[in-house]
């Protein structure tokens, strides 16, 4: 009978432990985030090969509402701050190679969708790159984790 009751505790030890999420990324403790809004930038990347494909760094801004993420925006930007949007992938204004504007248009779109699902998910663990917009989530994580780390030190300022 003790080894039922034993076993029958473990169990609900190792369900309770699963339900709460330990052991995840230091992101998962939003409740110890102050309320506020936060901006997070990532390290400049250059590519190694010359291309300059991916060039650049991103910025996140990120509101914290009751512990949790509410709002977050995605940019990115050319290492000379210009920002990537509905023109990045051109040359001097004009689509002269589609293939290369489609794709960088494609990391362009990631970037909303990146911040959509940090909203909907509340951390960055399951949170997975979009094919195509690899380096921007290498950037994204970074300067998420950049945002949370002010929001986790301004809540321990408070205590």
């Not at 999420?21 to 110890?32: E, F, I, R, T, W």
């Not at 901006?39 to 910025?59: H, L």
């Not at 290498?138 to 809540?155: C, I, M, T, Y």
């Amino acid at each position: 009978m003790l080894n039922r009751k034993r076993i029958m505790a473990m169990g609900i030890l190792v369900f309770a432990l699963s339900v709460t999420g330990c052991g995840g990324d230091s992101d998962s403790k939003a409740a110890n985030y102050k309320d506020g809004t936060y901006e997070g930038k990532s390290s400049v990347y250059q590519s190694e090969d010359g291309s300059g494909e991916g060039n650049g760094y991103g910025v996140v801004n990120i509101t914290i509402k009751d512990g949790k993420i509410s709002e977050c925006t995605f940019k990115t930007y050319e290492p000379d701050g210009t920002l990537k949007a509905e023109d990045y992938g051109k040359a001097d204004g004009e689509v002269a190679n589609r293939d290369y504007y489609n794709k960088a248009q494609k990391a362009v779109a990631a970037c909303n969708e990146y911040a959509n699902m940090l909203v909907a998910n509340g951390q960055l663990s399951g949170i997975d790159a979009i094919s195509g917009a690899t380096k921007n989530y290498d950037q994204f994580k970074e300067a998420v984790r950049d945002a949370l780390k002010q929001a986790e030190e301004s809540a321990e300022q408070l205590q």
